[in-house]
């Protein structure tokens, strides 16, 4: 038995409904792409979305429309995947990293209010695990300092905030998805930018697209004729093809009872891990819905030091934990080009103790049970070892 840390749920209903795009005349801008973008809109709440080609294609049109660029400093987590950061340094900018809570893992709005100065443009923050972030405060903050709010929600479709799905914006200008085989929906690759601004709606798309506009009315030079297009600023080809989209609008249908399988693993972990004292389990607070992304523990007392031998342990018994995440400013890139950056010292502590445990729709009941023996096994041999 092999048990990944995540994978896709894919059924005879998403081939068939790739399988007809196949079969017909558009593979690429086709009319499942605006179909896909309007069922993300009714899923969500939010006015308008923009499905580009991964999360962090979508990540870097988000920074690109919020007019992220050179000298600006963009306030985001140290615990995501480096995709987060990395696209504030294609605009040009700088991340800076804010410390994260030590219950949630989720960036501290007190800890973004001391990392703020007049080099500040924005604020992206993760919604680590698909636990949300505390968005009143974060917005509040923003507000107040007319900062660009950008969720990075990779984690988190199909959570909840305050009786709102995450992606509504209701507190934020822009939420970015991912429809990586491992998140809650998939496309293979893809991602999506929700926002319920107009203008924000209207550079994405371009952006998506070259940075070409068709629409006559916004032609900055005189129109030559039907044929004629304009480029208007430096964009990328972005765009998701039809077949994926097919799948998305598949996938999505589904959403809600791979929602409900990921809480219901997640409880037979959370009450079977509690029995044991070495762990440090994740929490859910009462105004949120996690999309539990994924299952973070935490080493504690007699195991707290021993990570790498458990983690080669479990992976020796073929279940394929991961670490999520080495904090983005740990890494040698980082390093170089930002010599004097803070360490995080709750990010730190994190970082030092987590596994992540397999978590998704498609597991099994047996391989639930197996991960759990698994884990009592260690707890066994090292109380053995005493
Ligand atoms: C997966 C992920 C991304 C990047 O998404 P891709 O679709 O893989 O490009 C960005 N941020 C976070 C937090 C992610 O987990």
Same mark, same amino acid.
């Given at each position: 038995?092999?048990? #990944?840390?995540?994978?896709?749920? !894919?059924?005879?209903?998403?081939?068939?409904?790739?399988?007809?795009?196949?079969?017909?005349?558009?593979?690429?801008?086709?009319?499942?792409?605006?179909?896909?973008?309007?069922?993300?809109?009714? @899923?969500?709440?939010?006015?308008?979305?923009?499905?580009?080609?991964?999360?962090?294609?979508?990540?870097?049109?988000?920074? %690109?429309?919020?007019?992220?660029?050179?000298?600006?400093?963009?306030?985001?987590?140290?615990?995501?995947?480096?995709?987060?950061?990395?696209?504030?340094?294609?605009?040009?900018?700088?991340?800076?990293?804010?410390?994260?809570? $030590?219950?949630?893992?989720?960036?501290?709005?007190?800890? =973004?209010?001391?990392?703020?100065?007049?080099?500040?443009?924005?604020?992206? #923050?993760?919604?680590?695990?698909?636990?949300?972030?505390?968005?009143?405060?974060?917005?509040?903050?923003?507000?107040?300092?007319?900062?660009?709010?950008?969720?990075?929600? &990779?984690?988190?479709?199909?959570?909840?905030?305050?009786?709102?799905?995450?992606?509504?914006?209701?507190?934020?200008?822009? &939420?970015?998805?991912?429809?990586?085989?491992?998140?809650?929906?998939?496309?293979?690759?893809?991602?999506?930018?929700?926002?319920?601004?107009?203008? %924000?709606?209207?550079?994405?798309?371009?952006?998506?697209?070259?940075? =070409?506009?068709?629409?006559?009315? +916004?032609?900055?030079?005189? $129109?030559?004729?039907?044929? @004629?297009?304009?480029?208007?600023? %430096?964009?990328? $080809?972005?765009?998701?093809?039809?077949?994926?989209?097919? %799948?998305?609008?598949?996938?999505?249908?589904?959403?809600?009872?791979?929602?409900?399988?990921?809480?219901?693993?997640?409880?037979?972990?959370?009450?079977?891990?509690?029995?044991?004292?070495?762990?440090?389990?994740?929490?859910?607070?009462?105004?949120?819905?996690?999309?539990?992304?994924?299952?973070?523990?935490?080493? +504690?007392?007699? !195991?707290?030091?021993?990570?790498?031998?458990?983690?080669?342990?479990?992976?020796?018994?073929?279940?394929?934990?991961?670490?999520?995440?080495?904090?983005?400013?740990?890494?040698?890139?980082?390093?170089?080009?930002?010599?004097?950056?803070?360490?995080?010292?709750?990010?730190?502590?994190?970082?030092?103790?987590?596994?992540?445990?397999? !978590?998704? #729709?498609?597991?099994?009941?047996?391989?639930?049970?197996?991960?759990?023996?698994?884990?009592?096994? =260690?707890?066994?041999?090292?109380?053995?070892?005493?």
């Amino acid at each position: 038995m092999m048990v #990944p840390y995540g994978h896709q749920w !894919l059924d005879k209903e998403d081939i068939k409904a790739v399988v007809e795009v196949l079969r017909s005349d558009w593979l690429t801008q086709g009319s499942k792409i605006k179909e896909f973008e309007d069922s993300l809109c009714r @899923y969500t709440g939010a006015r308008y979305a923009v499905v580009v080609s991964s999360g962090t294609a979508a990540l870097h049109v988000a920074s %690109l429309a919020a007019g992220i660029s050179a000298g600006d400093e963009v306030i985001t987590s140290p615990i995501t995947f480096v995709a987060t950061a990395n696209a504030v340094i294609y605009c040009g900018g700088r991340p800076v990293f804010a410390d994260v809570q $030590n219950d949630t893992i989720n960036i501290d709005p007190i800890e =973004i209010k001391k990392k703020i100065n007049k080099r500040t443009k924005a604020i992206i #923050p993760v919604h680590f695990a698909g636990h949300p972030c505390d968005l009143k405060e974060i917005s509040q903050i923003a507000k107040e300092r007319n900062l660009i709010l950008i969720e990075d929600a &990779a984690h988190a479709l199909g959570a909840e905030y305050k009786g709102e799905k995450i992606g509504s914006c209701r507190y934020s200008d822009m &939420a970015v998805f991912s429809f990586h085989p491992v998140k809650t929906i998939t496309t293979g690759e893809g991602g999506a930018v929700l926002t319920n601004r107009k203008d %924000l709606y209207e550079k994405l798309l371009i952006l998506r697209n070259h940075g =070409i506009t068709k629409d006559r009315i +916004k032609f900055i030079n005189r $129109n030559d004729g039907t044929w @004629y297009y304009e480029m208007q600023e %430096l964009g990328f $080809n972005y765009r998701l093809t039809d077949f994926q989209c097919a %799948l998305g609008i598949s996938q999505l249908k589904k959403i809600e009872r791979f929602i409900k399988r990921r809480r219901e693993i997640v409880k037979i972990y959370q009450s079977e891990l509690s029995k044991l004292e070495d762990f440090v389990l994740p929490i859910e607070r009462s105004y949120v819905k996690s999309a539990w992304h994924l299952y973070a523990i935490r080493l +504690k007392n007699r !195991l707290k030091r021993k990570r790498k031998v458990i983690f080669d342990h479990l992976r020796k018994n073929n279940l394929w934990v991961q670490v999520h995440y080495i904090p983005v400013y740990r890494h040698p890139y980082y390093q170089k080009k930002y010599s004097s950056n803070d360490k995080c010292s709750v990010a730190e502590d994190y970082y030092q103790t987590e596994i992540s445990l397999p !978590l998704y #729709p498609a597991m099994k009941t047996s391989e639930i049970q197996y991960v759990i023996n698994i884990i009592n096994q =260690i707890t066994e041999v090292k109380r053995k070892c005493k």
